[in-house]
Each structure stands twice: as C-alpha cells, then as structure tokens.
C-alpha cells in the first residue's frame, strides 16, 4: 500500500503563513485526485482544496485566495500553502490521495490518508 506523511503543521499567528507536505512513501505511477481536508474540534470536516488528474483545482469558499493546493511528481509529494492563516482555519489538516502504484510488477489502485498535522492559528 502507500502511506502518506504529513509534515508542516505549527502554531502561527494570524496573518501568517504555512506550507503542508504530504510524501507518499513509493513512488506513485498516477494520481487520480488529492485534496486537503480539515477536521476542528466540534465541527464537521470539511473539503479545503483539491486538485485532479487533469490539473483542475478546486477550493472552499473560506480557503479561496489564500490557499494553494500544488504537487511535485518527482517527489511524490502533495503541498499546501496556506496564506494570511486566521484563527477559524485551526484544525487537523490530513491528505488524501488516490491513484496507482507497482507492486512488483502488478499495478495497483490505492487510496491513501495521511496521518493529520495540527495546524493552530494565534489571533
């Protein structure tokens, strides 16, 4: 299977910046989708940004204009820039991708979660 590593998440204060890094640990023959989700406390999880195969990104409406959703193929990984951060976007930030992989010689679908990173925003 493909694990997903998620690094990035701190404590900042408003106004500021953090990028999230999600490495998956083989190397992926293709992604179908990825996105970054949010869970915070007592709240549903929502959708923050998305990105498809085709390069079409999609993003929440509270997450439009400040937030980035990018990936490197080479390495495999999955970011998100998050810009002008406000205390509402204080939540666990976890990946998602879903795409194929060689097990051998066999391809594989796999659809992955990453562990989550805490990401706390200070007004």
């Known amino acids: 299977q493909v694990q997903l590593v998620e690094s990035g998440g701190g404590l900042v204060q408003a106004g500021g910046s953090l990028r999230l890094s999600c490495a998956a640990s083989?190397?992926?023959?293709?992604?179908?989708?990825m996105g970054w989700y949010r869970q915070a406390p007592g709240k549903q999880g929502e959708l923050v940004a998305a990105?498809?195969?085709?390069?079409?990104?999609n993003y929440a409406d509270s997450a439009k204009g400040r937030f980035t959703i990018s990936r490197d193929n080479a390495k495999n990984t999955v970011y998100l820039q998050m810009n002008s951060l406000k205390p509402e976007d204080t939540a666990v930030y976890y990946c998602?991708?879903?795409?194929?992989?060689?097990?051998?010689?066999?391809?594989?679908?796999?659809?992955?979660w990453g562990q989550g990173t805490q990401v706390t925003v200070s007004s």
């Open positions: 990105i498809s195969s085709g390069g079409h990104t």
């Open positions: 998602n991708l879903d795409g194929t992989y060689y097990s051998g010689s066999v391809l594989r679908p796999f659809a992955s």
């Open positions: 083989r190397s992926i023959i293709s992604i179908n989708a």
